[in-house]
């Protein structure tokens, strides 16, 4: 079994979200998990919601983003997420659009991360994602490790 728990384990507090009102995706993000586990937001992931929530953890600030990237993983990883090439695809995406944007920010979990993005990234046609639409997942996870072993 793979391990989705956050290396840190406490939950995000206010100094971690700090500046949180200064974006709109940040903001909304912070009134859905603010004070909430892993565990707690599970449910806010699948359905047609991981979009947003990759467009939201793409800009919280780097704590937050390191915690609740996991609750993510746990969903991606679930058997809830056949055929929902909708969370495969922006789950590995958030995943280098943030090292890109903040480096360092998954560098530091791409050791408990990688077997996660393997994982995803060997299974995409249990995520029903065709290769035409969403890339090849293959392909995301050879950028994203590019990026984080480039220190």
Known sequence: MIDTRPLRRK????????????????RYAHKLMFGK???????????????????EL?????TVFQYY????????????????????SPFLLLLINREKRDP???REIYNRMEPIVQHVASRQEFYDADPNIYGNFKDHQVELAKLCNEA
């Not at 939950?11 to 940040?26: C, I, N």
Request: glycine share 6%; hydrophobic share 45%.
């Open 37 to 55: 586990s892993v565990d707690e937001v599970q449910d806010l992931f699948g359905q047609g919601r991981s979009i947003e929530r990759a467009s």
């Open 69 to 88: 990237v996991f609750a993510f993983a746990a969903y991606v990883l679930s058997d809830a997420a056949a055929e929902d090439s909708d969370s495969a």
């Open 11 to 26: 939950v995000p507090d206010a100094s971690d979200w700090a500046g949180y009102k200064d974006d709109l995706d940040v």
């Open 104 to 106: 360092g920010s998954v």
């Open 58 to 62: 793409l800009f919280t600030p780097r």
